[in-house]
């Protein structure tokens, strides 16, 4: 069965830096691609950034330039790293990832379960 489980959230100054992880757990074969979500109390989910099998990044234009999505293939755990961080910033995390679980290409997809990041001034 496989999950992904996310780690690295915290309470931090403004102008500090957070390492969000989500590993994928079971028997996959790699990650198709992992996203990172954020939602704010009172505010609706949104997309903060999205990296892809062959490395293509996209980010929200709130955080281009300060945050950082990459994978680790080697360990099937996914990164978001946070640098410059805004109380706006304060939210829950998640990842949301899809990964391959065998040659013939059958995949899972699925979300963590949440990180809390604060920020404050």
């Known amino acids: 069965q496989v999950q992904l489980m996310e780690s690295g959230g915290g309470a931090v100054q403004a102008g500090g830096s957070l390492r969000l992880s989500c590993a994928a757990s079971g028997t996959i074969f790699s990650i198709n691609y992992m996203d990172w979500y954020r939602q704010a109390p009172g505010k609706q989910r949104e997309e903060v950034a999205t990296i892809t099998s062959d490395g293509s990044v996209k980010y929200a234009d709130s955080v281009k330039g300060r945050f950082t999505i990459y994978t680790d293939n080697a360990k099937n755990t996914g990164f978001l790293h946070m640098n410059s961080l805004k109380p706006e910033d304060t939210a829950v995390y998640y990842c949301?990832?899809?990964?391959?679980?065998?040659?013939?290409?059958?995949?899972?997809?699925?979300w963590g379960q949440g990180t809390q990041v604060t920020v404050s001034s």
């Open positions: 949301n990832g899809e990964v391959r679980l065998d040659a013939l290409g059958s995949t899972w997809n699925g």
